[in-house]
């Protein structure tokens, strides 16, 4: 990596994102992978944009199946960001950490998820390395208390939920 590309990581370790599980499923088979690249694009209509290495296991069929599900993960839920990580291998079931179900599509979805919102693809781009894919919202779920599982410096941390008065690191 060059000089400007080892500042740019360094830069990016700074700005303190949300962790999210993209769920998918294609073919009988589900996906899923942790991500910090989840933004909102517009509430008219509602929808959201993500971005997705393309050469992630979840990335073609995700394109395939032209839907996603972002599954917000809870400060507590680290066990389930680790395994969406990397922590258990693609191509074995990643599904097996945390409660997950599927919705009339058979769209994977985390029961305890913050939220769960639930998308179709509505538009695709690539640039460089990833796609990025805008979703357009047809179902939300949101459960519980603002309590996210945040991601800054290499390390996970908790927000100013109730009952938290500072953002402390957690592992």
Sequence with gaps: MDELGTDFRKAM????????????????????????????V???PPSLLICINQRASIHTPMIRAGQFCVNILQAHHIEIANAFSG?????????LCGEWASDDEELPYLIPAQASVFCDMDAISS???????????????????????????????????????????IA
């Design 42 to 44: 517009s509430m008219a």
């Design 13 to 40: 370790r700074r700005l303190t994102s949300a962790v999210s599980v993209i769920s998918t499923a294609h073919a009988g088979v589900r996906y899923g992978i942790t991500v910090t690249s989840v933004t909102s």
């Design 87 to 95: 922590g258990t291998p693609a191509g074995t079931d990643r599904f």
């Design 127 to 169: 640039y460089g390395t990833h796609s990025i894919i805008v979703g357009k919202v047809r179902q939300v779920a949101v459960r519980g208390q603002v309590a996210p599982l945040l991601y800054q410096d290499g390390q996970y941390t908790v927000g100013l939920g109730e009952g938290v008065d500072w953002i402390v690191p």
